[in-house]
């Protein structure tokens, strides 16, 4: 749901002339401004490092995820977290999602600003400024909103807060495992929360149930944790808990939406009911863990298999060569402060000589061994055909922590060519 | 030197309703408008998780490190890249500061923009554009500018550039350490660079030495390496290769800044000398780290013992506590997004329930063992009194990775009361 009516007060985002990784500008410009600037990665025109996004690669990815999901009949929620980009939701919404999965009330409001019109808040809601920021969003109608709950003392103080403004919210209950997350452990937790949400006459009105399996590592417990999942909501359902309809069942992070996908497409509770699915990773994948988690999914998904193509990693980080000190060793102006380092280090993908005709692929050996806040350390070998002011990109585990570094990201065509920008709002 | 007519075109940065970590706006604003908002951390105003910083305890450290580096009679260019807030560097050079230390072309651009008119790039400059973004700077003649070199390549590709466009552009030869990170390894390598430089005909300018030490873990080693630097400072002054007076002779993270002052200020070069110091994380100091490193120095240097007072420090994370799934288990509304975690989680270090009357200290067994990018987990013991809806400060480890994580940081006094924001420009 995408409201392109509904500014919402939020000012123009421009892109402005000291912003990291863009082209030169004289003035703030609007993103849409951008692509008749005629900058090309290839000619330097960007100041590196920069982060960029494939523009094929994102729209087949959006394209892939959406099917994937109608093919089970479920929706797609995706996780606007990984991006916090609202250009990338809008996207994400035209091509087919129920709505945006968000983490905070303060991303709630982004993508609020930006024409979103239905967020699954996938945590608990907590404290006066952030409830009072969601209660402004409920004023609007067309808003519709999900958090999530898992505990008493949480039921009772959206009660007195939405109650106090004389609004209602809705909210999923939480499931969780022993050692996990946030969500109850057990029928005795979760009874406890139900009387909560029954002592709050209406305030606090439940919708249905919520899991986040990606804490979980073996698909036989995964499998087990989401059939509880169903068989509590069947429960609701039977016992009249449910305050919306359809109710809503929702799963899966970026790496068992297969399995989330199976287990839920199946379930019967006696009522309509809606599965939502939460990936938000796919949009540009990446070559680490998701990349590992998606070689699962086509080994062993059906659907994934009768599907021609893959998710393809669309987001690679740019930087140069500053330094090559030691035979075996380069340092490149590429640090913490610009791509992920926690789910392994950014992995060189190719390398382009100013003034060449088109990157070439890197040699395997090629590795980063280190990263500091601004410099990476690049393995190379004696004799290595590598100097200063060459340029490599580096493809990137973990799309989240890369995003979060960048308030504006190129996209590029095949060609290197910026043919539009995608402004982030962390 | 900070200029403060020249705003140099930059646009006045607001703070958007639409940031993390604030408090209620019903459209942008400027920082000076934030102080009468009367915004208070203890009242719930500000939307969690919220990174602050003490003002007393900024000012404090501020003078501190002024006052070290004046006592060895050596010049502070303090690395901006750890706040890359502007509002800071002005506090910074007002307390006396020579100069700013940046990391990137961009980080020099924000810098100038806000009135900076002396940077020490402690980097190699790469790159057309990068240069280029340097090369609009160095038409302002009250602009002083250096970068580091330490390559034959990038000697001459620093000349093409800047003598293309009839510019020159100042240098410090960078000694590094085998298995370290940028820098010269030995006399051949230096002499080679040397020799490139005289080649470019006075448009790249050789103005001192400089290293980075903080690659080194004992204390011997590094001492010798900065002897190395004054032999080599001593012998390019013999020679006549230094085409700047004072000439610079600049090392020193925020871990090794007294050795480095010890080492240097006792350099006697037959010339005018500028000794420059480049810590940056003083600034806001930390419980990790440099907690450690700092203790090293308050313990073994003389004019740190005859200093009544030590650095403090002066930047928190705060969060809720969204869930208490277990007896043993809290999941706080704090991640990869709001603090590092790469060198050590942050430590809880205070509890305020909301309606109280102030924050008391944290039991010594509490403590973060995982972070993702939006959740912390929270070892506690059965029975501890904490709830959802708790807020919980924590220290860090690591400034300059929190501070990337922020575009608005709300300063707030002892109180809690909201007195200034800083702005990041990362």
Redesign the interface.
Known sequence: MLDRKSPS???PS?V??????I??L???CVPEDVAARGWNLYD??????TAVLSQSRLEHNLAWMQRFASEYGARLAPHG?TTMAPRLFARQLEAGAWGITL????QT??AY?HGVRRVLLA??L?????M??VAELLADPSFEFFCLV??V??VR?LAAFFGAFGQSVQVLLEL?T????????DDA?AQAVLDALAQTQGVVRLAGVEVYEGVLKDEAVIRAFLQRAVRTLQALAQSGRLQRTPAVLSGAGSAWYDVVAEEFAKAEIGMLLEVVLRPGCYLTHDVGAYRAAQARIRTSNPIAQRMQSNLLPALQVWA???????PELA?V?L???DAA??AGFPTPAAQFR?GGVSPSAVPEHWAITGM????A?LKIAAGDDL???D?LAFDISHP??TF??W?QLPVIDDAGQVVDIVQT??
Chains 1, 2 share one sequence.
């Open positions: 007060g939020v000012t421009f402005h002339p000291l912003d990291k990784g082209g030169a004289d003035a703030p330097e025109d960007l100041s590196l490092p977290k983490a905070t009330a303060q409001r982004v600003a945590n608990q907590v404290g006066r400024r952030n009072a920021m898992d505990g003392d949480q103080q969780g022993q050692g996990g997350r946030t969500g109850v452990r937790q140069y060569v500053q330094s090559v000190p030691e340092i102006a640090g913490k402060r380092f926690d100013p500091m806040d601004q410099h350390y100097r200063v002011g340029m989240c922590l979060d570094k308030r709002y962390f």
